[in-house]
T-cell receptor, first 110, second 114 residues
Framework: GIQVEQSPPDLILQEGANSTLRCNFSDSVNNLQWFHQNPWGQLINLFYIPSGTKQNGRLSATTVATERYSLLYISSSQTTDSGVYFCAVEPPGGYNKLIFGAGTRLAVHP | DTGVSQDPRHKITKRGQNVTFRCDPISEHNRLYWYRQTLGQGPEFLTYFQNEAQLEKSRLLSDRFSAERPKGSFSTLEIQRTEQGDSAMYLC????????????FGPGTRLTVT
C-alpha cells in the first residue's frame, strides 16, 4: 500500500520562528489533507490540498502531486501552534479513506 | 453546522467487557469513517459507510469489532470482549456527498482497558 513519510519527526521552535514541514508519499493520490492535532486529541482541518498552493493566515501549503510531496509552512510561530501535524492522503480507489503519516511533533517555546 | 460529535469522550473498562461508542456526523454528510489512533501514531482506517452501507473494513477490524449505521445517520462501533491492546483513541469522521471529499473529525473516544 501507499507509504506516507513526514519530516522532521520532532521540531522545537522559539516563538516567532518560521518552519517547513514535509510530507512525501509513495504513489499517486486523489486527495491530501493537513491536520493539526491539539493536546486534547482533536484533529483540526488545516488544508485540503490535492495540488497547488493555499494560504490561510500564517499557514500555507503546497502540494506537487507529480513529484509526490506536500509542504506545510508555518510563519511567525506562536505557542498555540504546538501539537502534532499530520499529513493524510487518499489513495485511488480507496473509498476516500485517508492514510496518515506518523506526524511532526511541534513545540513552540515563548 | 455543529461538527462531528462522539460519545462518550472517555471510557474505562475492564478486560473482557463490551463497549459501544456513538458518532453523529455533520448533518447531511453521507460518508462516515472510523479510525483508531494509538499513542504516538497517526490514525489508522477501520471502516467506511456510505449512507447505511458498510463498504470497506480494514483487516484491523477483528471479529470482535462491529460497526453499524442504521438509516444512514449516526453510527455505532462496538468492541466485544475487550483486550488491553484495544486501548486507543477511536475517531470518527464524515464527508459530504458531492464535490470534494474533505473529511472532518470528531473529538474522539479515548478507551482504556484495564
Amino acid at each position: 500500500g501507499i507509504q506516507v513519510e513526514q519530516s522532521p519527526p520532532d521540531l522545537i521552535l522559539q516563538e516567532g520562528a518560521n518552519s517547513t514541514l514535509r510530507c512525501n508519499f509513495s504513489d499517486s493520490v486523489n486527495n491530501l489533507q493537513w491536520f493539526h492535532q491539539n493536546p486534547w486529541g482533536q484533529l483540526i482541518n488545516l488544508f485540503y490540498i490535492p495540488s497547488g498552493t493555499k494560504q490561510n493566515g500564517r499557514l500555507s501549503a503546497t502540494t506537487v502531486a507529480t513529484e509526490r510531496y506536500s509542504l506545510l509552512y508555518i510563519s511567525s510561530s506562536q505557542t498555540t501552534d504546538s501539537g502534532v501535524y499530520f499529513c493524510a492522503v487518499e489513495p485511488p480507489g480507496g473509498y476516500n479513506k485517508l492514510i496518515f503519516g506518523a506526524g511532526t511533533r511541534l513545540a513552540v517555546h515563548p | 453546522d455543529t461538527g462531528v460529535s462522539q460519545d462518550p469522550r472517555h471510557k474505562i473498562t475492564k478486560r473482557g467487557q463490551n463497549v459501544t461508542f456513538r458518532c453523529d456526523p455533520i448533518s447531511e454528510h453521507n460518508r462516515l469513517y472510523w479510525y483508531r489512533q494509538t499513542l504516538g501514531q497517526g490514525p489508522e482506517f477501520l471502516t467506511y459507510f456510505q449512507n447505511e452501507a458498510q463498504l470497506e473494513k480494514s483487516r484491523l477490524l477483528s471479529d470482535r469489532f462491529s460497526a453499524e449505521r442504521p438509516k444512514g445517520s449516526f453510527s455505532t462501533l462496538e468492541i466485544q470482549r475487550t483486550e488491553q491492546g484495544d486501548s486507543a483513541m477511536y475517531l470518527c469522521a464524515s464527508s459530504a456527498r458531492d464535490g470534494a471529499y474533505e473529511q472532518y473529525f470528531g473529538p474522539g473516544t479515548r478507551l482504556t482497558v484495564t
